[in-house]
């Protein structure tokens, strides 16, 4: 159907990371609500977002033009393994449960299938974790980007690599140094009883004498 050809190559990989990076800062990752459009116009028809349904299953919340040339259809809501191979679907969700549980980052190199109609194309994936409204990691913004003639579609890719990268937050910050705690003093062990028993309190005098001489008995002829 549609005959594209991607002219800027993988850039709009880079630009997606860097992106999500300068807002990640040093947490582990941005919110889903900081995604601005507008700062990644340069990108915007190769991004995606996607939300995790259930264990290794991510549907399409959000898909850039090239995903649907790709598909020759609208693509929101559909599953992002739509895009893979039966072959390899199992791994891309294999994948996609270590985004959301390690947290962790992970880019793909993809091959297209090859048959009549279905010159060969390369194409680079990319999956940043993301935190939803209500604080869960459920979220993933990405990028599909296919480099060649496009053929006709829909054009499916067998993962050919994959590199996962775990998300450490503060890495750019020093280490901060803890002071040795004393060796905590150990305590008797206690009944039951014990344990509700209010302490004892010794009696003191307010008027303590430390030298009070004894009593003696004195005898009065009077």
Known sequence: ??????????????????????????????????????????ALEYSFIVER??????RLRIAGSHLSDLMGMEVRGMPLTSFITPASRRQLSDILEEVFETPATCSLELRSEAGAGLPPLEARMVLMPLKSDLGDVSRILGALVSVGEMGRSPRRFDVAR?????IVADAALPPVLQKDKPAPVKKPATTPEQAFREPSVPFRSETPRQHAPYLRLVKSDD
Do not use: K
């Open 162 to 166: 994959s590199a996962l990268r775990p």
């Open 1 to 42: 159907m549609t005959q594209r050809v991607s002219h800027s190559g993988f850039a709009p990989i880079a630009q997606l990371e860097a992106y999500w990076e300068a807002l990640r800062g040093n947490r582990l990752m941005p919110n889903r609500a900081e995604i601005d459009p507008r700062g990644i116009e340069q």
């Open 53 to 58: 349904i259930a264990p290794g299953i991510a």
